[in-house]
């Protein structure tokens, strides 16, 4: 899915356990952190190759989001409290999963 639009905000909330996602065209997404953790896109998630994908991380209900790094323009490293912070968020991939939790 390719995008032309940009998030104009990421806002954390802790005690909500979600990432708001503003984007420039008005869209606003709320995705709670264990789903980010559960689809992250990093091999250690997402399997290697051609091979099967591993089973699912076990996610804690405490689960946070500690920082997260702006890679580029395209994309943010988040830094989930359970340690995994390997998987890249482009823009486009966190305005998939906001579509895909409203449904």
């Known amino acids: 899915m390719s995008i032309h639009v940009w998030p104009v905000s990421l806002a954390f909330s802790k005690s909500k356990r979600v990432l708001t996602i503003k984007y420039d065209d008005d ?3 709320s995705i709670p952190f264990s ?13 290697h190759g051609s091979g099967p994908k591993p089973p699912p991380p076990v996610i804690a209900d405490t689960l946070t989001i500690e920082k997260a790094d702006r890679v580029g323009r395209y994309a943010v490293r ?18 998939e999963l906001g579509e895909k939790h409203l449904n």
Do not use: C, I, K, M
């Open 35 to 47: 789903q980010l953790r559960l689809n992250s896109p990093s091999a250690e998630v997402q399997g």
């Open 27 to 29: 869209t606003e997404y």
């Open 78 to 95: 988040l830094h989930f409290s359970d340690g995994h912070s390997s998987g890249l968020f482009t823009w486009s991939y966190l305005r």
